[in-house]
């Protein structure tokens, strides 16, 4: 056999031997001392043998008792192997169907049954018992085990089992290579601090390697962590490969901040922290009626996935009555989806088999698979529904972004190999052709309408923010529309995005200041120079009476901004409707006197003036003494008919 790694574990009722037979298969006592001062496994334990070829199988020993439930099925993760261990001198227990299912639910794809304690009876009561153990396992969970009658106490048959179970294993080594180039994931089952080392936690790599160094996620929190120590059965390593019981020192990360249940993947994982999952209900328990589901809707019930497990509410998934048929014609179904509302984030992955207990006892609800992870905007959870019932059964190499790209018509590029069929690839992006089309039409039609930002735009069409962006940008390119005043509009004149981060930052500047206008050196609210303001946003580099000056004369060379004497500045679209204000209701030839154009205006003397000129320089007015006669009105024939109101900003 070639050379592989592996982890497997050990399952059945209280008090069947399976410490001892542990024991007897590796050597080592996995249980702690106050576990054996009481005779009974509390949590997790965990031993490791070599199969005779130089190849190491990690062994967990998970408690038996119904009460430490929770911490057998943290042990069932990702397991290659589970040994049901059932007592001959006791047979079938509650436990040993409650541990069968929950492995079954886990995904555990093989198992071995081992009969333990056969020295204490005959063996003609023996085989009775394996014949009635094969029919009953493989009744309650579909699967053709191999049967192996050992005693621990005694040490019949160890051997015999060591070999079933490398034999089992057998085909272990051909999935190896596949596991090590996965991203690596880890669920960690136990947390402690060593001297010199630090915070060190322990679990089962999955999948992937891990390298003395690697940066890594550490999940829920989602914060960069960096490996300083690996260590595997006891010795130390610079690396190690899936599947494999390691301890992993971290550098700089508290004892406190990580706990069972915390997940260790890298950034490119697909690992989520997520408060809301859909799942698929998958294995029922079979002593449950149909009705299971529904009994349960908004019940609180318990969940555990990888080492995790906590509280969820439980509400089953109604399948959706077709629009045209009334809720009379067709009644309203359970389908075999559900979600789960948890009160915090916890780490997760698509496909991830998953149990559902009862609230406060060992019975197995349901076995399920996550297809969804993260709550859904409420008008597209029909549509997320309808497609998650179309999965297939076998979830093995379904990629979750197709479910991504189904539902929302775009998905990252990082996510797939290669664009799927009808899409295309933009930037970051790749987007269904028919939803592109739709889209850009949707797009187009709302800013005909009313002028919106793109982050106006990403809320109304429920879009992420970095494909609207896109898409803005494309139509741009088109020359079909353009940002103006922060926010896009139909056209193909200059559009202010081409404008460089400093002179899009000078521009608002001057916007802000309304009809007041804009002077390099004035002060504003609470008599504060707004250029040292100013100079904290700009890029370093940019100052007032150098980069800034420059700034505002070429934003008036592109007609962004009117320069008045002074200097001070004007934002080119609220000079022009201030220029149409004082123009309306004037015939060429009217005189205007200033103390009426003040009045239409709101400026005061100081800004009045300045206005003044610069109409008379545009062409607009002409001065006779104290009055200005029009030269000649705007083409527009809507004009502004009314004056400014005091400290009205446009």
């Keep these: 056999m070639s050379s592989y790694r592996t982890v497997i574990g050990l399952a059945g009722h209280v008090d069947h031997g399976k410490t001892l037979l542990i024991q007897a298969l590796t050597g080592i006592i996995t249980a702690r001392a106050h576990e054996q001062a009481i005779g009974m496994t509390q949590d997790l334990g965990f031993a490791h043998f070599d199969d005779g070829q130089g190849n190491t199988i990690g062994v967990i020993d998970v408690p038996g008792h119904e009460r430490y439930v929770r911490n057998m099925v943290a042990g069932l993760r990702s397991l290659d192997l589970v040994l049901l261990v059932i007592a001959a001198d006791e047979g079938w227990m509650p436990m040993t169907g409650d541990h069968l299912r929950l492995l079954k639910a886990m995904g555990v794809p093989r198992l071995l049954v081992c ?225 789960l509302i948890f009160a915090s984030p916890i780490p997760c992955f698509f496909g991830q088999p998953l149990a559902i207990i009862r609230h406060g006892s060992s019975e197995l609800l349901h076995g399920a698979r996550i297809l969804w992870c993260g709550d859904i905007h409420p008008a597209k959870r029909k549509a997320l529904h309808a497609l998650l019932c179309e999965l297939p059964w076998d979830l093995a190499g379904l990629n979750p972004a197709t479910l991504q790209l189904g539902l929302d018509g775009y998905a990252l590029d990082s996510h797939f190999i290669e664009p799927p069929p009808a899409t295309v690839q933009d930037g970051d992006w790749i987007l269904s052709h028919a939803w592109l089309a739709d889209t850009r039409t949707a797009l187009l039609t709302i800013l005909a309408q009313q002028p919106m930002s793109a982050t106006e735009l990403a809320t109304r069409l429920h879009i992420v923010l970095p494909v609207v962006q896109q898409l803005l940008q494309r139509l741009k390119e088109e020359q079909q529309i353009r940002l103006h005043h922060e926010k896009w509009q139909p056209g193909s004149d200059e559009s202010e995005d081409e404008l460089g981060e400093e002179a899009r930052l000078v521009l608002k500047l001057v916007r802000d200041q309304g009809k007041e206008g804009y002077e390099p050196g004035k002060l504003g609210p609470g008599g504060v120079a707004i250029d040292p303001v100013l100079q904290l946003t700009l890029p370093q580099g940019l100052r007032p009476k150098g980069a800034l000056q420059k700034q505002l004369r070429n934003l008036a060379r592109l007609t962004y901004l009117v320069q008045l004497e002074g200097p001070i500045y004007y934002d080119a679209e609220l000079y022009d409707h201030m220029v149409r204000a004082v123009l309306a209701g004037q015939q060429v030839g009217d005189l205007i006197d200033m103390g009426k154009f003040k009045e239409i205006t709101g400026l005061s003397r100081k800004y009045a003036i300045p206005f003044c000129l610069r109409m008379e320089m545009d062409g607009w007015l002409r001065r006779e003494e104290n009055d200005r006669r029009v030269l000649r009105l705007p083409p527009c024939a809507q004009l502004a008919d009314k004056p400014f109101a005091e400290g009205e900003v446009v």
């Design 115 to 339: 009969i333990n304690k056969c020295d204490l009876v005959n063996k003609e009561d023996l085989a009775l018992l394996e014949e009635a153990l094969l029919e009953r396992v493989m009744d309650e969970s579909g699967m053709v085990p191999d049967i192996v009658c050992v005693s621990a106490k005694t040490g019949e048959n160890i051997d015999a089992l060591h070999t079933a179970i490398v034999h089992q294993l057998a085909d272990v080594a051909d999935e190896q290579a596949a596991r090590e180039q996965q991203a690596p994931r880890l669920y960690v089952d136990r947390v402690f601090t060593a001297s010199g080392t630090g915070t060190v936690l322990t679990g089962t790599l999955q999948r992937g390697s891990l390298k003395v160094g690697d940066k890594l996620r550490l999940y829920p929190a989602n914060r960069e962590v960096q490996i300083r120590s690996l260590q595997a059965y006891h010795r130390a390593v610079d690396e190690i490969g899936a599947v494999c019981r390691v301890a992993v020192g971290l550098k700089k990360v508290p004892h406190k901040e990580v706990a069972r249940g915390h997940c260790l993947a890298s950034a490119a994982g697909d690992c989520q922290a997520v408060s809301h999952l859909i799942v698929r209900l998958e294995l029922a328990n079979p002593t449950l009626n149909n009705q299971a589901a529904p009994s349960l809707r908004n019940q609180e019930v318990e969940v555990a996935l990888g080492s995790w497990h906590g509280r969820a509410r439980f509400v089953p998934i109604k399948e959706v009555p077709i629009k045209e048929a009334s809720i009379k014609e067709m009644p309203i179904k359970e389908t075999r989806l559900a979600r």
